[in-house]
């Protein structure tokens, strides 16, 4: 399919979760690019993954793009110009895709400004040496394949290769970052069209940018009740929070919207401009009860169900009481759903249904990686058996539904399990659990809410998502990086009887674990604010102050 103007104008645009103006045009088998003039540079971000593109090409000018998804394509070569067409962007995500040689990346030596950038599945990640080589090549890079580069390997990329040379932008650049730092006249209010039509490389970029500006003058006009005034698309980053809003507002139903992930989601749904009610065990304003939802069922014009609802699984000893309070909080619910979903009319069924798991799902393991493609048994305790029913519940959805199930690591935020953990480090009493070697998948809580609004809003996504940070880590390191950033001693070690001894059945959860990669999500295109350790934790820490 052809990158036509008219494509560009029909695609769905949003914020992001980064807060970036995001156009989606994944899955449209677009095998060239063209007519992105069309755009008017009104992105800060392009999603053009799940496409036939083998070569990036024939970009216009495009000074406020950022970020540019390219996941899944077909790409084996990139312009020598492609850097002078993006002077701004910061992220580049070419996973899966066929770049295969050193000179391949050459191109990218020129993108000045790029600190994120991921060549996961390509072939040239397979040479010896490929992270010291594009660190050497791109030094201003501060990820590589979502891992922070670090120090030691920066000395060790300089020690082979030799000093990198210093990034310099070009002239045109530092001249407009030049001026972006002074005052200025005032800018003509129609420059932006004429940069737009003026980057235009087809008569038919230059049809649409007119037909765009033409429409956007009349919906002013009609606001301003007729009064007419100039108008000039914004192009900057300080947009009020009240219009980051995707182009639909969703009416939204939330299980378990006021726990620990709930209660951080829905106010990020809200600013998006989503309309949500929360399902509780008490009514209010935008609540509904569980036993409304059994007798009620859930309302027609509901766009999309996402259940986060369970109980405090580490909490209590696991008697068989609790262990029916565990699985009623979260199979019990979600069946629920699933049957009020099922005996809707067709076309009265939400278009969504987001339900939440974990990765406890996956058997104990500190040697072999997993990810969403995983299809063995599952693990022998009763955390696997608790998300194998809960999961189990899913799969009874009416086909007509799109099915999204989030299996999540331990999530890092101000509170849940952080909150135990962070104060025995402040009294100095922190320490490695059992040998330490166990594997902890984590998940900052921004990116936690982030995924599930990314996978809301990308209608392409379905289907089983690992939502842990890519940067895997063990119980000891996590313990070192605590106390790095609490400033505290870790000293400490807490021996596995003595954790029984607490825990009793229970202490799998912390004396075992597993490795497990996001895989999917990362291919399907969702960027995480979050990936290293260290800075997460920080994060956390300094928002909590």
């Known amino acids: 399919m052809r990158l036509t103007a008219d494509l560009i104008s029909r695609s769905s645009t949003y914020w992001n979760p980064l807060k970036e103006r995001e156009i989606d045009l994944r899955g449209n088998k677009i095998g060239v690019i063209e007519n992105l003039g069309a755009t008017q540079d009104q992105f800060d971000s392009f999603d053009l993954s799940d496409n036939e593109l083998a070569k990036l090409e024939n970009f216009p000018q495009l000074n406020r793009l950022r970020t540019l998804l390219l996941n899944n394509n077909k790409i084996e070569k990139i312009s020598s110009t492609f850097g002078e067409s993006l002077p701004h962007l910061e992220t580049l995500v070419l996973t899966n895709n066929k770049l295969a040689n050193f000179e391949d990346l050459e191109p990218l030596t020129s993108l000045y400004r790029l600190e994120r950038l991921s060549l996961l599945d390509n072939l040239v990640t397979k040479k010896q040496h490929y992270r010291l080589y594009v660190i050497h090549k791109i030094p201003h890079l501060k990820q590589l394949d979502f891992r922070k580069i670090k120090k030691k390997e920066r000395d060790a990329s300089e020690k082979l290769y030799g000093k990198a040379e210093e990034s310099r932008p070009s002239k045109k650049v530092k001249t407009e970052a030049k001026a972006n730092g002074k005052e200025t006249k005032s800018e003509d209010p129609h420059s932006h069209i004429k940069e737009a039509i003026k980057n235009a490389k087809t008569l038919e970029e230059i049809e649409q940018i007119t037909k765009n500006q033409s429409r956007a003058l009349q919906n002013h006009q009609k606001r301003t009740n007729g009064c007419v005034t100039t108008y000039r698309i914004n192009n900057t980053h300080t947009q009020n929070k009240s219009s980051m809003t995707s182009p639909s507002s969703l009416k939204i139903l939330v299980g378990g919207g006021s726990g620990f992930l709930g209660s951080r989601l829905v106010p990020q749904l809200k600013n998006r401009g989503h309309r949500?009610?929360?399902?509780?065990?008490?009514?209010?304003?935008?609540?509904?009860?569980?036993?409304?939802?059994?007798?009620d069922g859930i309302e027609k014009d509901t766009d999309a169900v996402i259940n986060l609802a369970g109980a405090r699984i580490l909490d209590w000893a696991w008697t068989d009481k609790r262990k029916q309070v565990l699985l009623d909080s979260r199979v019990g619910t979600t069946k629920l759903l699933v049957e009020k979903i099922n005996s809707m009319k067709d076309g009265e069924r939400p278009k969504v249904f987001i339900n939440g798991s974990a990765v406890g799902i996956y058997p104990l393991d500190r040697v072999n990686t997993v990810d969403e493609n995983y299809d063995g048994k599952v693990a022998d305790n009763f955390a696997g058996e608790l998300c194998k029913k809960w999961e189990d519940e899913v799969e009874k959805l009416n086909p007509s539904v799109r099915r999204v199930v989030t299996r999540f690591g331990i999530i890092l935020g101000d509170g849940g399990a952080l909150k135990p953990m962070s104060l025995l480090f402040k009294l100095g009493l922190g320490g490695k659990m059992a040998s330490g070697q166990q594997f902890w998948p984590w998940i900052h809580i921004d990116d936690a809410t982030g995924a599930?609004?990314?996978?809301?809003?990308?209608?392409?996504?379905?289907?089983?998502?690992?939502?842990?940070?890519?940067?895997?880590?063990?119980?000891?390191?996590?313990?070192?990086?605590?106390?790095?950033?609490?400033?505290?001693?870790?000293?400490?070690?807490?021996?596995?009887?003595?954790?029984?001894?607490?825990?009793?059945?229970?202490?799998f959860l912390l004396s075992e674990g597993q490795k497990v990669q996001p895989t999917r999500t990362v291919s399907s295109g969702f960027v995480f604010q979050h990936q290293d350790l260290e800075e997460a934790l920080r994060d956390i820490h300094h928002k909590k102050q």
Not at 280 to 294: E, F, H, N, P, Y
Not at 479 to 487: E, H, I, L, Y
Request: with cysteine.
């Open 452 to 507: 599930i609004t990314h996978f809301l809003e990308h209608n392409d996504c379905k289907g089983v998502y690992n939502i842990v940070s890519p940067q895997m880590v063990t119980n000891e390191e996590l313990t070192k990086t605590m106390g790095k950033v609490f400033n505290r001693p870790t000293f400490f070690s807490i021996l596995e009887s003595a954790m029984n001894a607490v825990y009793g059945s229970r202490v």
């Open 276 to 295: 949500v009610k929360i399902i509780s065990r008490k009514g209010g304003q935008d609540k509904v009860t569980w036993d409304q939802i059994k007798r």
